[in-house]
């Protein structure tokens, strides 16, 4: 049973380009989060989709947009980047409707580490 | 808002010693909280939840305890091992759709 997938593993940028990030959640699994991990810090949430929705949003400027996709994969896609967007960025699945019970566990990926030049 | 503060590290542990890391939250409602471990290279991973008041959670020789009253989560090993050596981050969450509130983490370091 494939976990959560991340790509690219590692990516460095310049100020001012964009960049996509890509996650497959894992198998069974209906709802993507991401979250950016600067480094010796805990995680923040960006946002969350389900049903090719956006559901939930954290404190994130509009440069910050996503997309989930109908076998539930999804990218994260950040504009105009700025040096202070580097850090590792974490796609977190889990399920909203499913058989089994909603247990509140998200899996995560290793995540894709962006390095803003 | 919802917020979770941990004890800062590094912690550093001779194998065999005993474990606290303190987490404390501030949140509305009834939240459920969570410890997640970092291993080194690697993803987040759930080590152990309590999704209400005075709920213990556990696994792999790690426990928390779910104290409303305090509005605290902390983590507690008896007895660590080097194969521990990760980052820990306490976590909460108080809706359904699962959006998780995490502390700072905390790094532990366990000598042999």
């Known amino acids: 049973d494939a976990g959560v997938t991340q790509s690219p593993t590692h990516l460095i940028k310049t100020r001012g380009q964009q960049v996509t990030l890509r996650c497959s959640p894992k198998s069974g699994h209906d709802t993507v989060s991401w979250y950016q991990q600067a480094l010796g810090q805990g995680p923040q949430f960006i946002f969350q989709y389900y049903e090719e929705e956006e559901r939930q949003r954290g404190n994130f400027p509009d440069r910050f947009s996503g997309h989930q996709f109908p076998n539930y994969s999804s990218e994260l896609n950040v504009n105009a980047l700025l040096l202070g967007d580097s850090a590792l960025y974490l796609c977190?699945?889990?399920?909203?409707?499913?058989?089994?019970?909603?247990?509140?566990?998200?899996?995560f990926g290793e995540g894709s580490r962006l390095t803003v030049l | 808002g919802n917020s979770v503060t941990q004890m800062e590290g590094p912690v550093t542990l001779s194998e065999e010693a005993f474990l606290t890391i303190n987490c404390t939250y501030t949140?509305?409602?009834?939240?459920?909280l969570f410890w997640y471990v970092q291993y080194p290279g690697e993803g987040l991973q759930l080590l152990l939840k309590a999704t209400k008041a005075d709920d213990k959670g556990s696994n792999k020789g790690f426990e928390a305890t779910y104290r409303k009253e305090t509005t605290s989560f902390h983590l507690e090993k008896g007895s660590v091992q080097v194969s521990d050596s990760a980052v820990y981050f306490c976590?909460?969450?108080?809706?359904?759709?699962?959006?998780?509130?995490f502390g700072g983490g905390t790094r532990l370091m366990v000598k042999p």
């Open positions: 977190a699945s889990s399920f909203i409707t499913g058989v089994k019970p909603n247990t509140g566990e998200l899996f």
């Open positions: 949140a509305t409602g009834y939240p459920s």
């Open positions: 976590a909460l969450s108080n809706n359904a759709g699962n959006m998780l509130t």
